[in-house]
């Protein structure tokens, strides 16, 4: 089963309406690394085979954390006027994609849609 490491900023209805949809997610704070940096964030979710689910829009700026092997990372583009809509996105794209596809993929999650862009491994 995915597991799921919650950034800081995603909200605490966002984190039980998962929870009641049956995802195994972990908070930042659960773990002590509340006010934790980015990379500190990116690094225990690594250590914890984890999809990193967040609201930090630096997750989903390529140039930070795209090009460093991941288990995934979900960027949750929401406020708490949209935040039913992009539940229902996010719910969506979670029963679609399977775990695999995680992998070094990076997913934003809209009140509209979902999108994701992998990172293609090179030979050098």
């Known amino acids: 089963m995915i597991k799921f490491l919650a950034d800081e900023c995603v909200f605490g ?65 929401m406020s708490y006027k949209t935040a039913e809509e992009v539940h229902m996105v996010l719910n969506t794209m979670l029963k679609q994609v399977s775990e695999d596809e995680f992998e070094n993929t990076l997913f934003i999650v809209d009140p509209n849609k979902w999108r994701k862009r992998k990172i293609i491994q090179r030979n050098t």
């Not at 250590?47 to 460093?68: K, M, W």
């Open 13 to 77: 209805f966002t984190i039980k309406f998962l929870r009641d949809e049956g995802w195994d997610i972990t908070t930042v704070q659960e773990i002590g690394l509340q006010g934790a940096k980015d990379i500190e964030v990116f690094n225990k979710a690594q250590e914890l085979r984890a999809v990193i689910i967040t609201r930090d829009l630096d997750f989903g700026d390529i140039r930070n954390f795209f090009s460093l092997i991941h288990h995934g990372i979900i960027v949750l583009r």
